[in-house]
C-alpha cells in the first residue's frame, strides 16, 4: 500500500519553465490537497479538491493552476516559474476532511533559478 | 493575520521527561485540531487530533488538550523518547471549509538520551 506519491522528488527550473507535478493516491480518498512549505514556516494551501473533477483555490494559488481528472490523481502545474516558487511542496489526502488527519507525500523539493 | 501559532520555535527536553508544545488559535470557527510530526526529508504524519466538543484526547503517550475559552491546545509527550526529536505541527480546520486546515509554523522537538 503505497498511501500518496509524489512524482518528481527533486527539480531544478529556470524562470519562466513551467512544469506539473503528480501526485496519486490509492486509497480512495475524496478529498486531495497540495501545500507549500518554506523554509521555517509552516504549510500552506494552494489548491485543493473535494472529489474527482473538482477543484477550489487556498490560501496561496496565484501562479499556479490544477486538476483532478481522475479521483487518485491531483495534479499541480507552475505555467511560468518564478523564484518566489522556490518551496517544498506537498500533497495530501484524506478520507472525510481533517477528522481522521491527512495522509501526506514525501514532497518534491523544487528550486527555480 | 496567522490564525494558529505555535510561538516556540524549539524545545529541548531530557528523555523520560514531559515533553509540552504549545499552539494558539485565533479563528472561533474552528472546530478540529490535529498535530502532525514531521522527520526532516519525509512528509508530515498525522500524529493526534481533537474535536472542540472535548477538551482532552489521549493516545498512547500522547495527549492533546484542548482549552477553547483561551483559545490554546497543547500537545503533551511522556514520556519522552529520543525518537519523537521532530518538528511538530498544529493545525486546525473548520467543519464547514471542505477539511482545509490551517497549519502553525512548526516547534523543533530535540529529545536528549
Known amino acids: 500500500n503505497a498511501g500518496v506519491t509524489q512524482t518528481p522528488k527533486f527539480r531544478v527550473l529556470k524562470t519562466g519553465q513551467s512544469m506539473t507535478l503528480l501526485c496519486a493516491q490509492d486509497?480512495?480518498?475524496?478529498?486531495m490537497y497540495w501545500y507549500r512549505q518554506d523554509p521555517g514556516m509552516g504549510l500552506r494551501l494552494i489548491h485543493y479538491?473535494?472529489?474527482?473533477?473538482?477543484?477550489a483555490k487556498g490560501e496561496v494559488p496565484d501562479g499556479y493552476n490544477v486538476s483532478r481528472l481522475k479521483k487518485q490523481n491531483f495534479l499541480l502545474g507552475l505555467e511560468s516559474a518564478a523564484p518566489s516558487q522556490t518551496s517544498v511542496y506537498f500533497c495530501?489526502?484524506?478520507?472525510?476532511?481533517?477528522?481522521?488527519?491527512?495522509?501526506f507525500g514525501s514532497g518534491t523539493r523544487l528550486t527555480v533559478v | 493575520d496567522q490564525q494558529v501559532k505555535q510561538n516556540s520555535p524549539s524545545l529541548s527536553v531530557q528523555e523520560g521527561r514531559i515533553s509540552i508544545l504549545n499552539c494558539d488559535y485565533t479563528?472561533?470557527?474552528?472546530?478540529?485540531f490535529l498535530w502532525y510530526k514531521k522527520y526532516p526529508a519525509e512528509g508530515p504524519t498525522f500524529l493526534i487530533s481533537?474535536?472542540?466538543?472535548?477538551d482532552k484526547n489521549e493516545d498512547g503517550r500522547f495527549t492533546v488538550f484542548l482549552n477553547k475559552s483561551a483559545k490554546h491546545l497543547s500537545l503533551h509527550i511522556v514520556p519522552s523518547q529520543p525518537g519523537d526529536s521532530a518538528v511538530y505541527f498544529c493545525a486546525a480546520s473548520a467543519n464547514t471549509n471542505a477539511g482545509k486546515s490551517t497549519f502553525g509554523d512548526g516547534t523543533t522537538l530535540t529529545v536528549k538520551p
Open positions: 495530501a489526502s484524506s478520507r472525510d476532511g481533517p477528522r481522521y488527519g491527512y495522509t
Open positions: 481533537i474535536s472542540s466538543i472535548k
Open positions: 479538491s473535494v472529489g474527482e473533477g473538482t477543484t
Open positions: 486509497m480512495n480518498h475524496e478529498y
Open positions: 479563528n472561533s470557527m474552528f472546530d478540529y
